[in-house]
């Protein structure tokens, strides 16, 4: 996997999807001020997708944000003083295209590794929480969404988790 830092890219003409599609990945330090760049690179690079709808644009962009603030809240990556964050993005097919955030791992001080998932809340605690609205907001946006250990063997869980969403390109697109 090759990892690109945060650095604006040349302008490329965009260009139609196709299954298997991927764009560099790019490495950000595990900083909620980063998210800016996060946000600015994802734009710049499906901006070289053609016909691409600006919604869907909007909507993965806001996801992906939603994605690296909870990496750096819940896990090493906003942690350790070398904390990083990858961003992917690639089209499974050419319907769909997903962006996932790949954090450091499980901070040392949570008893166990539990992956992200959307707070159960009724309509009255939703009016009184702060905070956990990110997952419910991605939920919403994309066609799917779900996560995955970074490495898939038992004796890894916790080592890093890719939290991903999926977007599916509107039938003009395709």
């Known amino acids: 996997m090759t990892s690109l830092p945060h650095v604006r890219t040349p302008f490329h003409t965009p260009t139609a999807p196709f299954t298997g599609r991927r764009w560099p ?4 330090p595990g900083e909620l001020a980063q998210t800016r760049w996060v946000r600015a ?3 710049a690079d499906l901006h070289r997708l053609s016909g691409l709808p600006a919604e869907t644009v909007e909507n993965m962009v806001l996801c992906a ?7 750096c809240a819940h896990s090493l990556s906003g942690e350790d003083v070398e904390g990083r964050v990858i961003r992917t ?4 097919t050419t319907r769909t295209i997903q962006v996932a955030i790949v ?3 499980q901070r040392t001080d949570r008893a ?4 992200p998932q959307t ?4 309509v009255e605690e939703w009016a009184e929480v702060e905070r956990g609205r990110g997952l419910l907001l991605i939920s919403h946006l994309a066609d799917r969404w779900g996560t995955r250990s970074v490495l898939d063997f038992p004796f890894c869980e916790g080592l890093g988790t890719v939290t991903w969403a999926e977007f599916t390109l509107p039938e003009a697109h395709r």
């Open 41 to 43: 690179d994802l734009a």
């Open 112 to 115: 166990e590794f539990q992956a």
């Open 119 to 122: 707070p159960d809340h009724s």
């Open 25 to 28: 990945s790019r490495l950000y």
């Open 103 to 105: 954090d450091d791992g």
């Open 89 to 92: 993005l690639h089209m499974p």
């Open 65 to 71: 944000s939603e994605m690296f603030a909870n990496a």
